[in-house]
């Protein structure tokens, strides 16, 4: 069975490269989105992303942390029975993604200058309003084939690609700084600290089990308490009961 994995940022920066994330994710795999009818879920989750990407700024944290990456690989050349050639590789991703980030206008915002997102974005802020007497500009488009829409997915995604690779490779590294280990609590809680380079606490369940992990804290300590599962939020109740999972304190 696969394992859930769950990811408790501790500060706001990885709290919002999670979030940019998410959203890429949702928006990979244009051509599926075609043949499951999906286009309108498109359309929100990319206006998300684009208020998101608007509201912070993602580049300046961003050039920070790869460069971090970047002299944490340098160092690790060092080291003795190293895969050099996979480093230099890194190397050269992190460098590529880097010259990218910096040559790049403020990322979207030539985006805004497309009408037809523009028209339809606007109506998109107020619910329900899609309907073919809100946006027939937009009825038009979603009747269109397959392979024009397809087109257009890519056009509006190529200007943030930029910032998918560099969140995606940021995350990678932070991912990377610490192994997923066993734990057991006999109550369900657990507490941690967190040193100052601890930035996303990541917990590992079985599928199969009826609970689910909350976290608390900051970027000093932090407690992970068990929740049984319950449709109703007030009736979820904390488990009492020995709890083993699987964590990495990255």
């Known amino acids: 069975m696969t394992p859930v994995v769950y990811e408790f940022p501790l500060n706001e ?3 919002n490269y999670l979030r ?3 959203l890429f994710t949702a928006l990979s795999q244009p051509e599926k989105i075609c043949e499951q009818h999906s286009e309108i879920q498109f359309f929100r989750d990319y206006f998300t992303l ?3 990407i608007e509201r912070i700024d993602l ?4 050039l920070r942390d790869l460069a971090s990456y970047k002299n944490v690989l340098m160092a690790w050349m060092g080291y003795p029975n190293i895969d050099v050639e996979l480093i230099e590789r890194q190397v050269e991703l992190v460098n590529s993604i880097t010259t990218k980030l910096i040559d790049s206008k403020r990322v979207g915002q030539e985006l805004k200058s497309d009408r037809f997102l523009t028209a339809i974005r606007q109506r998109f802020s107020i619910p329900g309003a899609t309907c073919s007497f809100d946006l027939p500009k937009l009825h038009f488009w979603l ?3 397959k392979d ?3 087109v257009n997915f890519n056009q509006w995604l190529a200007p943030l690609l930029v910032l998918k690779d560099a969140v995606g490779t940021t995350l990678q590294f932070i991912r990377g700084r610490s192994e997923l280990s066993e734990i057991s609590v006999p109550n369900g809680f657990y507490q941690g600290v967190a040193d100052n380079k601890v930035e996303l606490i990541r917990v590992e369940t079985a599928n199969n089990t009826q609970f689910y992990p909350t976290l608390s804290g900051n ?3 932090y407690a992970v308490r068990f929740m049984k599962f319950s449709q109703q939020d007030n009736d979820s109740a904390s488990v009492d009961e020995s709890v083993t999972f699987l964590m990495a304190s990255c």
Do not use: F, G, N, S
């Not at 580049?59 to 961003?62: F, I």
């Open 219 to 221: 970027k000093y300590r």
């Open 50 to 52: 684009l208020e998101l």
């Open 13 to 15: 920066k990885v709290r």
């Open 59 to 62: 580049r300046t944290e961003l």
């Open 20 to 22: 940019v994330e998410h």
């Open 143 to 145: 009747a269109l084939d």
């Open 148 to 150: 024009t829409k397809q």
